[in-house]
């Protein structure tokens, strides 16, 4: 069955530096996807970056990237120089499939991340 | 700008009321969902739809229906609430043609007394 486990139930990190949080999944699919979310304590979830299966680089958005590590099936989420703003709840998931259809997502139980000036 | 939306942000209901959570997109995105949040789970898919009319099972659906008459709406249900379905609920949508993304609405805290 497939499955997102995130580790880390809570992250602290200085203001400036980078921060891994770590994500690993369990799937039989050749094609998937995965994603990162986050989710300010206003409760609205927001699309940080997505990594397709067969993506050969690893997907970067702004100070947001994505090291994906097919083998050993993990998908850690790296932001560099970390904002006050990026203290959040953050959520890795998985779609189901390939591209296209459904696209149906399974969540990690998510990672809470506090910032420090 | 793309929105999600959802009818209340907080709900507060009765033991065995009927409850309708509403959640409407402007996106005309094919596929909507409705998911429930609680700690330490993350997020569960209750009820999913690609179409008008058309809906499938998600990994929770027992104590919830759905309705989606309108491509743009749709409705959770909560037959006869009980206090395990106090939760946060959000609602998701998505293209066919960017299946890659899926837009999430605020989100409504329900709670059930």
């Known amino acids: 069955a497939q499955k997102i486990t995130q580790t880390q139930p809570g992250m602290f990190v200085q203001e400036k530096e980078a921060v891994t949080l770590d994500c690993t999944y369990d799937?039989?699919?050749?094609?998937?996807?995965l994603f990162w979310y986050k989710q300010p304590s206003s409760g609205e979830m927001i699309f940080l970056i997505y990594?397709?299966?067969?993506?050969?680089q690893n997907a970067t958005e702004g100070r947001y990237s994505l090291n994906f590590q097919k083998a050993r099936k993990s998908a850690n989420l790296v932001i560099s120089a970390s904002q006050l703003g990026d203290s959040a709840m953050y959520f890795c998931?998985?779609?189901?499939?390939?591209?296209?259809?459904?696209?149906?997502?399974?969540f990690g139980a998510g990672t809470r991340l506090a910032v420090h000036p | 700008d793309v929105k999600v939306t959802q009818s209340s942000r907080y709900l507060v209901k009765r033991t065995g009321e009927k409850v309708f959570l509403e959640c409407v997109q402007d996106m005309d995105h094919e596929n909507m969902f409705w998911y429930r949040q609680d700690p330490g789970l993350g997020l569960r898919l209750i009820y999913f739809s690609y179409d008008v009319k058309m809906k499938e099972k998600g990994d929770i659906p027992e104590g919830y229906s759905v309705s989606r008459e309108k491509k743009e709406r749709f409705s959770l249900i909560l037959e006869s609430a009980s206090t395990n379905q106090t939760s946060m609920y959000l609602c998701?949508?998505?293209?066919?043609?960017?299946?890659?993304?899926?837009?999430f609405g605020p989100g409504t805290r329900l709670t059930v007394t």
């Open positions: 799937t039989s699919d050749q094609s998937y996807g």
């Open positions: 998701a949508s998505t293209s066919r043609a960017r299946s890659y993304e899926q837009y």
């Open positions: 990594q397709g299966s067969y993506d050969e």
């Open positions: 998931a998985m779609r189901e499939g390939g591209s296209g259809g459904y696209n149906k997502l399974i």
